[in-house]
């Protein structure tokens, strides 16, 4: 079954540093997400991408966050310069084309972002 | 008052048991519901997706969505020690394209 496939698993950054997220959405899927789960708290939508260009945002998703989709296949989340409090996983969705009844989001296995 | 709410347990019960998640929500603008099913270190799986009130089935899973009531729930039936993760409920606005609200899960033991 196709899957979303995030990389790397685990990333370890100094604070201040930028760190980009890498994910290769559903292949044919056209809708694109970040959400992120801080440890012991519940998922929490960061921003939706289609189209190229943001679709949505939280308010989370300041000016130190962009995404980006450089080619056919990967979307990548950048935080530019980051905080402790950005610590978190990193899920990265995808959703298919089509009629929205039958087309949920689908999540990778996400990438623990540890800022020291 | 939390958009959804969700008892985050944790809840043990014995192989073969029926088990229960619910979960509730104040706004009555979601239409799109789902159940997730997450192990640690992984992410969210997905488990159950409807629109609108009802009941699905699939296996030994069943989602109901009251929507009169803002209330849904999932059924495991024979569960299995496998089963053992956390479960979120999760739903939508306009459409399933939109940012998902999720529930803060139900942390779910299955003792052999």
């Known amino acids: 079954e196709p899957e979303v496939t995030q990389t790397p698993s685990h990333q370890v950054t100094q604070m201040g540093q930028e760190v980009i997220l890498h994910c290769v959405p559903i292949s044919n899927h056209l809708y694109f997400y970040w959400y992120r789960q801080i440890l012991g708290q519940k998922v929490e939508f960061l921003v939706s991408f289609y189209n190229n260009e943001i679709s949505e945002k939280s308010e989370i998703f300041d000016d130190q966050f962009s995404v980006e989709r450089p080619d056919g296949s990967n979307f990548t989340l950048k935080i530019r310069s980051t905080k402790l409090e950005d610590s978190a996983m990193y899920f990265c969705?995808?959703?298919?084309?089509?009629?929205?009844?039958?087309?949920?989001?689908?999540f990778g296995d996400g990438t623990r972002l540890s800022i020291l | 008052q939390k958009e959804v709410e969700q008892d985050p347990g944790p809840l043990s019960v014995p192989e073969g048991a029926i088990v229960s998640l619910n979960c509730t929500y104040s706004n009555s603008a979601f239409q799109y519901f789902m159940w997730y099913r997450q192990y640690s270190r992984k992410g969210p799986e997905l488990l159950m997706y409807t629109y609108s009130s009802g009941n699905k089935e699939d296996g030994r899973f069943t989602a109901q969505v009251d929507k009169s009531s803002k209330y849904i729930s999932l059924f495991i039936r024979d569960s299995q020690p496998s089963d053992s993760a956390t479960y979120l409920c999760?739903?939508?606005?306009?459409?399933?394209?939109?940012?998902?609200?999720f529930g803060s899960g139900t942390r779910l033991s299955i003792r052999p």
């Open positions: 969705a995808s959703r298919g084309p089509g009629a929205s009844g039958n087309q949920p989001q689908h």
């Open positions: 999760a739903m939508t606005r306009y459409s399933s394209a939109s940012k998902i609200i």
